[in-house]
C-alpha cells in the first residue's frame, strides 16, 4: 500500500530531484492522515474498501495539494466505510484546511457533509449555494425527476430527504 501512495510524490520529481527525505515525510504523513499504518506494508488488494479508499486518499495527500478533486470516493463502500470516508474527508478539510470538492450521488450525505452544493441538470449548473438553500423538493423533482420531501434532521439540521 506505502508503494501506492508514493506514486503521490511522482509529480515533484525530476531528472535533478529524485526521491528525497521531504517525500519520504510526505508519505509517512499521508499514512498517519488517513489511519492506515498498521497496513502501510500490505499489498493493496488485501486491505478492504474502505481501507483502500483511505490508500488512493492517502495517495492524493502525499501530492501536499490544497485541493483534492473526488469522483465518487464512496461508491462500492458499505455505510460504515462511506461515513469514516466522509468523515475523514471533514477532518481535512478542518483540520488541515483542505478544499474538498467532490462528486456525490448520495443527497443525503451531500447535505450532510458538504459547505457549498452545486446541482446539475443536464450539464448544466441548476443551483449551488448551501445545503439548506440548494435542497429543495422542487430541486429534487426537477433535477432527479423524484416526488420527495425534505425534513431536518433532529440532531444535526441537516436536510434529509425522502422520495415517494
Known amino acids: 500500500m506505502r508503494e501506492l501512495v508514493a ?5 515533484h520529481q525530476n531528472w535533478l ?4 527525505r521531504d517525500d519520504e515525510l510526505k508519505v ?6 488517513t489511519h492506515l499504518e498498521e497496513f502501510a506494508n500490505r499489498p493493496l ?16 495527500l502525499a501530492q501536499d495539494t490544497d485541493i483534492l478533486l473526488l469522483d465518487e470516493p464512496t461508491t462500492y ?24 470538492i467532490m462528486v456525490l450521488h448520495d443527497l443525503n ?3 450532510r457533509y458538504a459547505d457549498h452544493l ?22 429534487v423533482r426537477e433535477v432527479f425527476g423524484l416526488d420527495s420531501q ?4 433532529p440532531v444535526t439540521g441537516d436536510a434529509t430527504l425522502y422520495s415517494h
Not at 509517512?28 to 492522515?33: P, V
Not at 425534505?150 to 434532521?153: G, H, S, V
Open 118 to 139: 452545486i446541482a446539475l441538470r443536464s450539464g448544466v449548473v441548476y443551483a449551488q449555494g448551501t445545503p439548506q438553500t440548494v435542497m429543495t423538493e422542487t430541486l
Open 7 to 11: 506514486q503521490g510524490r511522482y509529480p
Open 17 to 20: 530531484q529524485q526521491w528525497s
Open 45 to 60: 488488494d488485501t486491505l478492504s474498501g474502505g481501507q483502500r479508499q483511505r490508500a488512493w486518499i492517502a495517495m492524493a
Open 150 to 153: 425534505i425534513i431536518r434532521d
Open 77 to 100: 463502500l458499505d455505510m460504515a466505510h462511506q461515513l469514516e470516508v466522509l468523515d475523514l474527508l471533514h477532518d481535512l478539510n478542518s483540520q488541515q484546511e483542505k478544499t474538498i
Open 28 to 33: 509517512e504523513a499521508a499514512i498517519a492522515t
Open 109 to 111: 450525505q451531500a447535505c
